[in-house]
């Protein structure tokens, strides 16, 4: 009621439009403390009035009147602020009897008062000399062209029960196979994981609906965190919607947790640890690539007793190396650090259960803490953590990657755990034979044909390039002569002059297509690359040594 309003201007106002429109007067309010105030209350008192509109609550009493807490008198607002005011003669105005003196400000006459303005939220045109983002965005794209690291995506629609055939659909459409994916076993489309899918879709719909503590939680997460704990013999996993996020949040996460942590991070892991890492601004020591005397040289120099975190993948991605899991993960142990292993590329992949490398070579107990994607060898997408029930469930309470987010989808998630049952099964067990034959096969292919295939005990078969334009020249040749899509590597994914081609073949590349693809690829570095081939063949392309991990870090 304007009755409760102690300021001059409010209390000319009508109150009916203080009450229902508030926020017509926040312009003020800025400047204002008396204004506010009113309109605080005014604001709460609507929200209030909606909600329990049987509540009747006594207004708090009017602040006392004081020249002081007069806007004009204080000299807050502006003359021309009064226009809105409608204030009529000065007499009407008791901060200005108060004061003794007229205030001209508030003696505008209703009638002369101008309508106030509204401030253009954009300006009209564009003064000269503000800065140009546009500008600049187009110069630092101009760099990538220059250097030819200027990506264009390939617009790929793969066909489902005909994996891993696609259709390419850049320049009009044509039939493709694709060589370079890393759904590695083909489980995106396996028939189980369709239904899981299909079913999860009728019967909760497509979307999560919120973030886990605000009605995005199932029992489909829990029981696939249960599943992931299991598989890689923990006590806890942690979902997250990919894991880029899960390194990044968990990483970040324990760095704000534990004081003093210091973080001995591989000179070649990926850039969601190093990001993590980075931005947790606590210490960190890069060890080279999978050095294992170099990370035991750099342990000896911290206290036993401080807080430290060795970080590192098993599978790398971009040159398919194995990392000395068992050394590492002891050596950790033994300086009282906690191991982080990323094994994203192996998921799925290595070991009886599938599980990965530490699975295979014996060292899940020593392993602290395991990531993993859903979205590689499991065929659907997200990420996890997962390691002792405390330090997940202190990720869990504190990592904002994880809990401001919207959760993932019941469809995924049913996808991933058919998809998990089936790699734990039997069938995965064979799946994983057929891809390590069929990875030996092409490797050899590759070899034999004098390619520079980069030594490498994985299923990632890296070529050797060095050039981003013979690179990507290669890899248009194969796409639009051959039909076959190779992704070409280049900056900053690997370092400048370590360009490369990525092979990553599957179960279901067969012995023809496999040869067939060798053929082509000798035709293609021969007719591009030249240089590139070597004429003695498998033994000394095989003897030809990696690049140096250092340059393959992505430069981040
Ligand atoms: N870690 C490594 C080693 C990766 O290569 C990748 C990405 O491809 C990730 C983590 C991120 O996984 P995701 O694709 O689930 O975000």
Known sequence: PAAMLSCPFLSHLPSGLIQSRPWSLLRFAQRCPVIGKHIQRAMTAGVEESTQSQRHQQPPP?????????????????????????????????????????????CMDEQQAAPMPAEPLVPQAEPPNLYNYKARCEAQLQRKRDDHSYRVFRKVNRRGPSFPLAEEHTGGRKDITVWCSNDYLGMSWHPVVQEAVIEAARQHGVGSGGTRNISGNTIHHEALEAELADWHGKEAALLFTSC???????????????????????????????????TSNCRKIIFP??????????????????????????????????????ELCSLTRQFGGLSYVDEVHAVGMYGAAGAGVGERDGCLAGMDLISGTLG??????????????????????????????????????????????????????????????????LREALLSRG?????????????????????QA???????????????????????GDERLRLAPTPHHTEPMIVRLADQLADAFRLIGPHLLRSDGLESAAADPPPSLQQLVVAA
């Open 244 to 278: 880029y996020v899960a390194n990044e949040a968990t990483l970040y996460t324990l760095g704000q947790l534990v004081p003093g942590l210091v973080f001995l991070s591989d000179a070649g892991n990926h850039a969601s640890m190093i990001h993590g890492i980075r």
């Open 62 to 106: 009017p602040p006392p009147m004081s020249e002081k807490k007069c806007p004009f008198l204080s000299g807050r607002l502006a003359a021309s602020d009064a226009a809105v005011c409608g204030l009529s003669p000065p007499s009407e105005c008791p901060y200005s009897r108060m004061a003794g003196r007229p205030l001209t400000v508030c």
């Open 474 to 496: 290669i890899s248009e040749h194969m796409m639009h002569r051959c039909g076959a899509y190779i992704q070409a590597i280049n900056y900053p994914t690997v370092a400048r």
């Open 376 to 441: 590689k060898a499991i065929g659907n997408i997200g990420g996890y953590v997962a390691g002792d029930a405390t330090v997940i469930d202190a990720v869990r309470s504190y990592a904002s990657g994880f809990i401001f987010t919207t959760s993932l989808p019941p469809t995924v998630l049913a996808g991933a755990r058919a998809s998990l049952a089936v790699l734990r099964s039997v069938e995965g067990a064979e799946l994983r034979q057929r891809h390590q034959a069929a990875v030996q096969l």
């Open 451 to 471: 390619l520079p295939v980069i030594p490498a005990p994985s299923h990632i078969i890296p070529l050797h390039v060095g050039d981003p334009r013979v690179a």
């Open 289 to 326: 690539h999978n050095n294992v005397a170099r990370l035991r040289q750099e342990l000896l120099k911290l206290p036993l007793d401080s807080p430290k975190l060795v970080a590192f993948e098993t599978v790398h991605s971009m040159t398919g190396d194995i990392s000395p899991l068992a």
